[in-house]
């Protein structure tokens, strides 16, 4: 059974992968479940795959960078 994340989870990890784009840090899987994880030492997903998966679920895609 996937994991349920709240809204206000949702809203976080875009607040956070936008956080790091307006770093310019492209943003991947380690980096923003590390900064998750830094900032709310609860995040419920501990788990790459089910993050991903979850990523996916939000309608998040990973595209190349602009070159």
């Known amino acids: 059974m996937p994991i ?9 990890i875009k607040f956070q992968l936008h956080a790091l784009l307006a770093e310019n840090i492209y943003p991947n899987i380690d980096n923003l479940l590390d900064r998750l994880y830094q900032l709310h030492n609860d995040f419920p997903v501990h788990s790459k795959t089910t993050f991903r998966r979850h990523l996916h679920r939000i309608s998040f895609s990973y595209k190349s960078p602009a070159k």
């Open 4 to 12: 349920k994340l709240s809204e206000q989870a949702d809203s976080e």
